[in-house]
């Protein structure tokens, strides 16, 4: 079943009026969320450096060339290789993931003269009261399972986020193929938010924080056998994200490389373009979010005529649990946690349709 782009539109533009917001830890990604975000190449003529207090900014004009499914899986449900970094908080505690999420694989730069690859990547976050860090990925080097860590750690954003905050993080990685070689990558990444107020997208309007990321990396790479190695600078990339509260990716992302825009990816609902997977239920909508009280679900693409759902608080206890019997045309339901005699904060409810679970997260504000 699809979703009606403009009943969703309407929906999620609940605060149209311009207003200064923060982003905290809460407004990150969880384990079993699933992103769905479109991807083009075409800007419309924007501008992404344009920016300010109280800007709007209009890309209600972008077109998906296609589409993606991101999904945030639990550090254990990843290879057993991967995890030696992020799945230990006695001797790696710096590096105790809180989820993974699949990533590219690597392309080696023309000068690196053996055929070594990196791929099946999944890379590894860390998300605290105070910053988000991509802590490392694991992958495999050559074909052989490997984990490696970002030491120092890249620092993504730093918590509580607000208009004018700026932070700086240098991260490093190192791969090697021992006796033959070692491939590695330095990278220097200056954030600040450079602006705030409103940003429309397909997907409807939002109130955004707007954050730049310059980002200058360094490939290293050394030859055993050679007894030689070489440092290369990559071309200068930025990072252009709008963030918004309860949304836990950027609702949309520029990157421009060597002052060429190089990728344009935005959160959205189901579009008739190539997508990457498909799932029993898919397009999981919650609004308003953050909320007072009354939350609308929306999903579409069940198999099952029956979804049981259960919200919990954040210590994994569980508040509410009740059971929606889904068919075509009643792909949603309302649940009203100002009569569960609970707490503002922060609760996750999971949808399960057989043995697939998916977790949103809702802000219960004032």
């Known amino acids: ?190 954030s600040v938010v450079d602006g705030w107020g409103s940003l429309t997208t397909p997907l409807g309007t939002f109130n955004v924080l707007r954050v730049k990321s310059v980002l200058n990396k360094v490939d290293t790479f050394y030859l055993d056998t050679l007894g030689f190695g070489t440092n290369f600078s990559r071309p200068t990339e930025i990072e252009y994200k709008w963030l918004a509260n309860g949304m836990s990716v950027p609702l949309l992302k520029v990157v421009t490389t060597a002052g060429v825009v190089s990728s344009i990816q935005y959160r959205d609902i189901y579009r008739i373009v190539g997508v990457e997977e498909y799932k029993n239920i898919e397009d999981v909508m919650v609004y308003p979010n953050p909320t007072n009280g009354m939350v609308n679900i929306m999903f579409s693409a069940i198999k099952s005529s029956k979804l049981n759902y259960t919200v919990k608080d954040v210590s994994g206890k569980a508040v509410l649990t009740n059971t929606v019997n889904t068919q075509i045309g009643n792909n949603n339901f309302i649940i009203d946690l100002a009569k569960q005699n609970i707490g503002r904060g922060v609760y996750f409810v999971e949808l399960k349709v057989d043995n697939e679970v998916i977790t949103q997260k809702i802000i219960f504000s004032e």
């Open 1 to 190: 079943m699809r979703i009606s782009t403009l009943f969703v539109g309407c929906f999620f533009a609940v605060n149209c009026a311009n207003a200064q917001i923060t982003i905290t830890s809460a407004d990150m990604p969880v384990v079993n969320d699933t992103i769905r975000l479109s991807v083009t190449s075409n800007i419309q003529g924007q501008n992404p450096a344009l920016t300010g207090a109280n800007y709007v900014w209009d890309y209600s004009m972008l077109t998906p060339n296609s589409q993606k499914i991101d999904t945030f899986f639990s550090v254990t449900s990843t290879p057993v290789a991967y995890q030696f970094y992020f799945n230990n908080s006695v001797l790696y505690a710096s590096h105790k993931a809180s989820f993974a999420k699949r990533g590219q694989d690597f392309v080696m730069p023309p000068i690196v003269p053996i055929p070594l690859s990196i791929t099946e990547v999944f890379n590894f976050s860390k998300n605290s009261t105070s910053k988000f860090e991509n802590v490392g990925f694991g992958s495999k080097i050559s074909g052989i399972p490997s984990s490696t860590r970002n030491l120092p750690i890249d620092i993504e954003y730093e918590f509580p986020l607000n208009y004018s905050d700026s932070n700086f993080s240098s991260s490093k990685f190192l791969v090697t193929i021992p006796t033959l070689a070692a491939y590695g990558q330095s990278m220097d990444r200056s």
